[in-house]
């Protein structure tokens, strides 16, 4: 099934390795039928369009979809595509199971089983029931358990040696004894193919990649022409107050981050005609979005950098929301191809994007007179 999956022939090394596919990939499959049609898509949370690059295509592929299933809490910009949006269970409304918090040694050895705070409401349930029925409907009974949870539960934590049943007893959950081992690379190396550390690796050259690290300029990538008339580079970064496009409905949250900005250096700025906390508009090859300028004079000069996943509003606050899909609005996956993917990784460059900067009325006013 390995072979099968979108993406792996053009990057065998790639996100295929770990059981996922590039949003890219799926477009394109929808799109092309290529290597083979894509008709149905559920999706169980999160917003394919506005989490990656290439919004626009992103619409098309959704819109040419036989079926599309979502399964949310609010009616997202993809949501708005679906043939069937499912409302979802909170948290409080579903069970789950944690075999480790990750983080740390002693966190990593924790594991909890939550239960239901109240049953699910009005018609909405879990993501796992909804897999399970499925699962059950379509044949595949007995690799699901036979429907039951508790018994696929069981079957996680197996090799912990610790039941369901037992892990039950303690809600708040329980260590696990796990031995903490150093220095594991001193028996059998490490996890490459020569057991040692590879600046120069044996994977890369196995697959017809180039072995040791390397560094393309801009121009190389995206072209001498582009770079020249789009002289800034787009990041990208997140902020603690919201979880990708989640989050910005809520009052407490919205009033730490009430809107969207653009970061740039006060010098580039002050080149541009830009003041801090006047609109500024930020553009690529591709399209514009608009945003409130925001000075940081610790940001490095040529680079903007811009928070991804504004679209909700928050009506308690009387805060708006923002038209994905327009110039005017804040998607910062508006603006940017997925034409330019890396070789390897299947990464695009979300980090590292050609921009250009402007006062927002100085853009309007081009645009009009153009």
């Known amino acids: 099934q390995t072979n099968k999956r979108l993406g792996y022939a053009e990057r065998p090394l790639g996100p295929t390795n770990t059981g996922k596919v590039q949003a890219y990939e799926v477009y394109k499959a929808i799109l092309t039928e290529k290597p083979y049609p894509v008709r149905g898509f559920l999706s169980f949370g999160g917003d394919i369009i506005l989490s990656n690059g290439d919004t626009e295509t992103g619409r098309r592929a959704l819109q040419a979809l036989d079926l599309y299933v979502q399964t949310e809490f609010y009616e997202t910009p993809a949501a708005r595509y679906a043939d069937f949006l499912l409302p979802a269970s909170t948290p409080w409304e579903s069970w789950n199971l944690r075999t480790t918090f990750e983080q740390g040694a002693e966190t990593s050895a924790y594991m909890q089983y939550r239960s239901q705070v109240i049953a699910p409401e009005h018609e909405s349930r879990p993501d796992l029931e909804i897999i399970f029925d499925l699962a059950l409907r379509m044949g595949f009974g007995e690799q699901f358990w036979n429907g039951s949870l508790e018994k696929a539960f069981d079957h996680i934590l197996a090799p912990s040696g610790i039941t369901l049943a037992e892990l039950k007893r303690y809600p708040g959950g329980m260590p696990v004894p796990l031995e903490v081992k150093y220095q594991k690379y001193l028996k059998g190396g490490f996890k490459t193919p020569s057991r040692k550390v590879e600046i120069y690796s044996l994977a890369f050259e196995k697959h017809g990649y180039d072995p040791l690290p390397g560094l393309r300029m801009p121009e190389e990538i995206f072209g001498a022409t582009t770079v020249e008339r789009y002289p800034f580079t787009l990041t990208t970064a997140k902020t603690i107050s919201f979880c990708h496009g989640q989050h910005r409905s809520v009052p407490s949250l919205r009033r730490k981050v009430p809107e969207p900005f653009a970061e740039i250096n006060p010098r580039d700025a002050q080149s541009c005609g830009i003041y801090d906390g006047e609109m500024m508009r930020v553009e690529t090859a591709v399209s514009a979005i608009t945003l409130k300028a925001a000075f940081n004079p610790q940001l490095p000069e040529k680079v903007v950098r811009v928070m991804h996943g ?59 007179s153009g």
Not at 310 to 324: K, N, T, V
Not at 329 to 354: E, F, W
């Open 310 to 368: 504004w679209w909700q509003g928050c009506p308690q606050l009387e805060m708006p929301g923002y038209d994905p899909f327009s110039p005017d609005g804040a998607n910062v996956n508006l603006i940017m191809k997925n034409d330019i993917i890396d070789p390897v990784t299947g990464s695009v460059p979300h980090r590292s994007y050609p921009c250009r900067i402007a006062r927002a009325d100085e853009r309007q006013a081009a645009a009009s």
